[in-house]
C-alpha cells in the first residue's frame, strides 16, 4: 500500500509518499514560496539513498503547488511511481478538529463542511489544510482520502485540564477551551517509547516533550493524554521560537493601554516578534548556543528562560501523573540539541530524573536511553516521524 501524506501551510506544502509494507519514505519534497513572485520545489527521490532536486518558477497557488508535486513524484526519472493510480491513499494534516473530531476521518462532504466550521478555532491553518483537501480531491478523484488532526490526540483530556476558568458559557457558545496540538508527534513518540520500555502502552506513564520552533509537552497516561501545554491556540505554553507561550492575559490590556496597540498588533508580537527571537533577536537555538559561547549575555538568558520553562512543566506533568515511566524528547530541538535537555532535567534529581552527561551529548537520530542506570524515571530522545503516524492513522481510518 502506497499512501501520501500532504501538509499544507499558508505558503509552503509538504508532501511524502510512503510504502507502507516497509512503513518507509519512497519520496518527500516541500513547496515554498507559494503566492510570492519566485517559488521553490524541493524534491527527493528516497528509494536508493537520495537524490534531491529543486525548481524555481512561479508558484501562485496550492493547485499549482500539488500539481507540481505530482510531476515529479510521477516524473519518468525520479518520480517514485508511474502515476497517480497507483497511489492508494491520501492523508491529510489537518491543525484544528475541535470537539468535532476524536480519530481520523475519512473524507467526505460532510468532513470538509466540519472542517470549515473550525475554521474560528485556525484562521492560519484551517484555511490552508482544506485548501490542500480541496485540491487532492480534485487530482486523486478515485482515491480515499483521510483528514489527521492535530488536536485529536489531546481529545481524551478531561474537562478539569481543557475548561478555563472563564465563564462557562463560552466554553457552551464558542467551544473556548484547551485543545492542544503536535497530537501526530506525540502520539508516535508515545507508541514508540512504550516499545521501548518494553510495557504495554495501556501500563505506562509517559511526558512527552516536542521541543521545536513550536513546542508543547503532554502528559500520557497509559496512552491517552490528560494534559497539554499548548492551549485554545498554539500560542500557549511553552517559550518557543516566536512565540511567548504563557503569559499574563492582562498583557493585552496593558499593551493597548500603554503602546496604543491594537489587538492585531498585539497578537502579531506574542505569535511573531517573542518568544528566543524577543528576548535575544534569534528564533534558532544553533544561532544562540553560537552567541552563547561568545559571551552574548541576552542568548544565555534565551536559552536558560526556554530550558527553565520545559523544566517546570515536566515537575508540573509528574504531578499530575504521580510519577512517569519516562521522561521523552523529540522534534528539532529535543533530538539535536543536548545542551537543552541536559539543562531541562538538571535538578530533578529528587523526582527521580538523574540524566546521564555522557550518554546525552551530541544529536541523536535513533531512539536512545540518556539517563543514568539508577534514574527512577527514564529519559529517551526518540526521533518523530508524524509524516508515518498520519500514514498509519490513514490506513487504520480506511480498514
Not at 172 to 199: D, M, P, Q
Not at 215 to 236: E, K, Q
Request: some cysteine; overall charge negative; proline content about 5%.
Amino acid at each position: 500500500m502506497k499512501i501520501l501524506v500532504i501538509n499544507c501551510g499558508s505558503s509552503s506544502l509538504k508532501y511524502m509518499l510512503l510504502d507502507m509494507k516497509k512503513q518507509a519514505p519512497m519520496s518527500s519534497g516541500v513547496v515554498e514560496r507559494i503566492g510570492e513572485d519566485v517559488g521553490i520545489i524541493t524534491h527527493k527521490d528516497l528509494r536508493d539513498g537520495e537524490r534531491k532536486f529543486r525548481e524555481d518558477h512561479p508558484i501562485p497557488d496550492h493547485d499549482v503547488a500539488l500539481r507540481l508535486a505530482v510531476d515529479h513524484l510521477t516524473h519518468p526519472e525520479h518520480g517514485a511511481v508511474a502515476g497517480v493510480h497507483e497511489i492508494d491513499a491520501v492523508g491529510h494534516r489537518v491543525v484544528q478538529g475541535g470537539e468535532t473530531f476524536k480519530a481520523p476521518a475519512v473524507i467526505d462532504k460532510a468532513v470538509t463542511e466540519a472542517i470549515r466550521a473550525n475554521i474560528p478555532l485556525a484562521p492560519l491553518h484551517n484555511p490552508a489544510n482544506l485548501t490542500g483537501i480541496e485540491v487532492a480531491l480534485e487530482l486523486f478523484p478515485k482515491c480515499p482520502q483521510v483528514a489527521v488532526f492535530d488536536t485529536e490526540f489531546h481529545q481524551t483530556m478531561p474537562p478539569r485540564a481543557y475548561i478555563y476558568a472563564l465563564p462557562y458559557r463560552l466554553y457552551e457558545e464558542l467551544r473556548v477551551r484547551r485543545y492542544g496540538f503536535h497530537g501526530t508527534s506525540h502520539r508516535y513518540v508515545a507508541r514508540t517509547a512504550a516499545k521501548l520500555l518494553g510495557k504495554p502502552l495501556e501500563k505506562t506513564k509517559l511526558i512527552t516533550v516536542h521541543l521545536g520552533n513550536g513546542s508543547s509537552i503532554a502528559a500520557v497516561d497509559g496512552g491517552r493524554c490528560v494534559d497539554t501545554s499548548m492551549g485554545l491556540t498554539p500560542l500557549a505554553g511553552l517559550m518557543m521560537g516566536t512565540r511567548c507561550g504563557d503569559v499574563d492575559p492582562a498583557v493585552f490590556t496593558f499593551l493597548a493601554d500603554n503602546k496604543g496597540m491594537s489587538i492585531k498588533e498585539i497578537d502579531e508580537l506574542l505569535n511573531k516578534q517573542s518568544g528566543l527571537k524577543g528576548i535575544c533577536g534569534m528564533n534558532d537555538m544553533r544561532d544562540i548556543h553560537e552567541a552563547r559561547a561568545h559571551g552574548d549575555e541576552k542568548a544565555q538568558l534565551a536559552f536558560e528562560m526556554f530550558a527553565y520553562r520545559v523544566k517546570k512543566y515536566i515537575g508540573a506533568y509528574l504531578a499530575v501523573l504521580g510519577g512517569a515511566d519516562a521522561v521523552v524528547f523529540t522534534a528539532g530541538i529535543g533530538e539535536n540539541d543536548d545542551f537543552v535537555r541536559e539543562a531541562a532535567c538538571s535538578g530533578l534529581e529528587q523526582l527521580g530524573i538523574i540524566i546521564d552527561q555522557t550518554a546525552n551529548q551530541g544529536r541523536k537520530t535513533e531512539a536512545c536511553p540518556v539517563h543514568r542506570p539508577e534514574s527512577p524515571v527514564q529519559v529517551w530522545v526518540v526521533p518523530t516521524d508524524e509524516e508515518l503516524e498520519i500514514a498509519l492513522a490513514s490506513r487504520a481510518a480506511l480498514s
